[in-house]
């Protein structure tokens, strides 16, 4: 038989009378003639199923008694005979030791238990501070490894393949929260790390530098993104929002005293972010720059859970 669609053709499934098991089992046998399943799976496919085995059994049996009937029919129950034997064949044969390859045929859901022990996600994780900075920014880096705990993550398992990496990385990236010493800094990792960008659900970086515009409307695009930590000082106001610069063109008095947050370069960015379930602000490191007052603090944080908690798409 050439192919399971010339014995379609010539119907011969409905004049030898061939079970819908048999009909299944030659579908999948051009599949692997056609290298569109592989030999171990056309081999699980039969041995997993009692019902398959005998089937083929029954199938030669049968041809075999039209063959002694019919001999004209000869040349395409011997056709049929000889898949089944083949197909026989390659059920009965040992599984080969596939290693490692074997493991990307598990369910997700294993998949996913396996990175999680393998990268201890079970356990309380500290913030990922990206070290050092790769921004060349005039703001101030995290603190020196000595000041700040850190917990090393063996991840040479992402180099195992291509499918795994990407796997690997989605449930890192999950578990943690990554912590940005500035909103330069942030906007160089989001733009150069793809797979960073499109996985990280928790985010928390300290609002200041003269980038801080583009970064925070790149959390715009992580539609994945759910916990927001915004880390507010005095330098969150040091870079000026476009409008506040112009306004201050013209009114030079007392706004030229104080800058307070809705100045700051990224405000508008900042409020008009929507579909958090949780967002949060907290007072620099005091070792690392100068605190904003505590009413700042919670000022800013009642103002984004309205704005910022709202459902995507709610551009009010």
């Keep these: 038989m050439a192919s399971f669609y010339e014995a379609k053709m010539l119907r011969l499934f409905e004049r030898y ?8 089992l030659f579908k999948a046998f051009d599949d692997f003639k056609t290298s569109r399943l592989d030999e171990a799976g056309l081999g699980r496919l039969i041995r997993l199923s009692l019902n398959h085995r005998s089937a083929l059994v029954n199938t030669m049996v049968k041809c075999a008694n039209i063959m002694k009937e019919k001999p004209r029919e000869g040349k395409y129950c011997l056709s049929i005979i000889t898949g089944c034997g083949e197909m026989l064949e390659i059920a009965d044969k ?11 045929k598990l369910p997700p859901e294993i998949r996913n238990r396996i990175y999680n022990i393998y990268l201890n996600n079970d356990v309380d994780q500290p913030n990922i501070i990206p070290h050092p900075k790769k921004e060349h920014c005039g703001c101030a880096p995290h603190e020196p490894p000595a000041h700040e705990r850190f917990t090393k993550v063996d991840m040479e398992l992402a180099l195992a393949s291509k499918a795994i990496s990407g796997e690997l990385l989605d449930c890192f990236y999950r578990k943690r929260t990554f912590h ?21 659900p928790n985010l928390m ?33 040091r870079h000026l929002s476009q409008r506040e ?3 201050r063109n013209f009114f030079n008095t007392k706004r030229n005293a104080f800058n307070w947050l809705p100045d700051a370069l990224g405000w508008e960015e900042l409020i008009s972010l929507r579909g958090l ?7 620099v490191n005091k070792r690392k720059g100068d605190r904003r007052t505590d009413d700042d603090r919670k000022s800013l944080e009642n103002m984004l859970h309205v704005y910022l908690l709202r459902a995507a798409g709610d551009g009010h």
């Design 94 to 104: 040992p599984p080969q030791d596939v290693g490692f390859p074997g493991f990307v």
């Design 17 to 24: 009378e061939l079970s819908d098991n048999a009909r299944t």
């Design 180 to 200: 940005f010493p500035c909103s330069c800094e942030m906007h160089y990792h989001l733009t150069h790390n793809a797979v960073l960008k499109a996985t990280i």
């Design 277 to 283: 379930s949780e967002v949060r602000v907290e007072h």
């Design 205 to 237: 970086f300290h609002w200041c530098g003269p980038r801080s515009d583009v970064a925070i409307r790149q959390l715009h695009k992580m539609k994945q993104l759910e916990v927001l930590t915004v880390v507010v000082s005095r330098a969150s106001s």
């Design 245 to 247: 610069k112009d306004i």
